[in-house]
């Protein structure tokens, strides 16, 4: 079993910045891929950055140039730096990772960003 902790959502004005934690602990092997996903409320969950256990980062179009994902291995811990918020990023963020030795997924219990206009 992984367990997948989220820390640093918040309150923050437009423009403003945020930055997400990730903090895995359990039985790990391996997680890769490792990502962000977010549901705003009535909208599906959505992919917004994800990256795998030698770095390589994807973005969801609406967060390129803005947010940037990164992952420390030595501590099981991924980040998500979110600059330049909108209020459209207004969402629960959760952390998702894959076990890649049993092709387990995990999720974290989410965290709140809200940024007001």
């Known amino acids: 079993q992984v367990q997948l902790a989220e820390s640093g959502g918040g309150l923050v004005q437009f423009g403003g910045s945020l930055r997400l934690s990730c903090v895995a602990s359990?039985?790990?092997?391996?997680?890769?891929?490792m990502g962000w996903y977010r549901q705003a409320p009535g909208k599906e969950r959505e992919l917004v950055a994800s990256?795998?256990?030698?770095?390589?980062?994807t973005y969801a179009d609406a967060v390129k140039g803005r947010f940037t994902i990164s992952r420390d291995n030595t501590k099981i811990t991924m980040y998500l730096q979110m600059n330049s918020l909108k209020p459209e990023d207004t969402a629960v963020y959760y952390c998702?990772?894959?076990?890649?030795?049993?092709?387990?997924?995990?999720w974290g219990q989410g965290t709140q960003v809200t940024v007001s206009s």
């Open positions: 998702y990772a894959r076990e890649s030795r049993w092709g387990s997924d995990y």
């Open positions: 359990g039985t790990i092997f391996r997680l890769n891929p």
């Open positions: 990256i795998t256990s030698t770095g390589g980062a």
